[in-house]
């Protein structure tokens, strides 16, 4: 619930950009509140809740956070280099060429000195009961997709010498995303698509940043 009472803002300040239709910047004139924004969000919010249990509500909720977060750390990473040539800002920077090879390794062997067999068990599909080896291998696509991540990482990393802290809070939130699950991937995976048509749709013809950095 505390997620979601700022989410009628977000959906103001992206309708403001003209990444969303006007009506969901439009404001109550007694209450000074985005009245139209926050119906929807209640019943976006309140209709998937009756027929979902509290854990998939929010294990929903959180993966979606985590998301927003690792596409800041992206964002930062992307405009590392402006920020230096501007010098409007200090931007705080530790060379990641070397030091996150070597703290990825530390993490590793760490796992290795206390569980041996994690890469055994992560290698050997157990399906549950009543489960095919289908489905015993889609519960680890999840952390399939953060090896990939974290081995693109490594590389960019020493090739690029990227900023050492965006690249720990990716791979940190995109961590916490894989232990939420193959069934909350997919949830999430039909919002975000859903997302990116409504962006497609209506959001690239008629944001005011993207009309910016045209012209």
């Known amino acids: 619930l505390v997620f979601q009472i700022g989410q009628p803002r977000l959906w103001m ?9 006007r009506i969901f910047s439009s404001i109550h004139p007694r209450f000074n509140t985005p009245w139209f924004a926050t119906i929807i969000t209640g019943l ?3 209709i998937p809740a009756l027929f979902m249990n509290l854990t998939e509500v929010t294990d929903l909720t959180s993966i979606g956070t ?5 596409v ?5 990473l992307y405009k590392d280099k402006e920020f230096k040539e501007s010098g409007t800002r200090f931007v705080p920077y530790f060379n990641s060429q070397f030091l996150l090879p070597i703290l990825i390794a530390a993490i590793f062997g760490g796992i290795y000195y206390y569980y041996p067999g994690f890469v055994s068990d992560f290698l050997t599909l157990k399906p549950a009961e009543g489960e095919g080896m289908a489905a015993a291998f889609s519960h680890k696509i999840p952390m399939l997709f953060f090896l990939i991540v974290l081995a693109v990482m490594l590389v960019l990393s020493f090739v690029k010498k990227l900023s050492l802290i965006p690249i720990l809070g990716l791979l940190s939130c995109l961590y916490l995303m894989t232990e939420l699950g193959i069934t909350n991937w997919m949830r999430f995976g039909i919002w975000l698509l859903a997302g990116l048509l409504i962006y497609g749709l209506y959001g690239f013809r008629n944001s005011k940043l993207g009309a910016g950095a045209v012209h």
Do not use: I, K
């Open 44 to 46: 976006v919010v309140a």
């Open 13 to 21: 300040a992206m309708s403001r950009d003209g990444l969303l239709p």
């Open 72 to 76: 800041v750390c992206t964002g930062v």
């Open 66 to 70: 985590l998301f927003a977060f690792v």
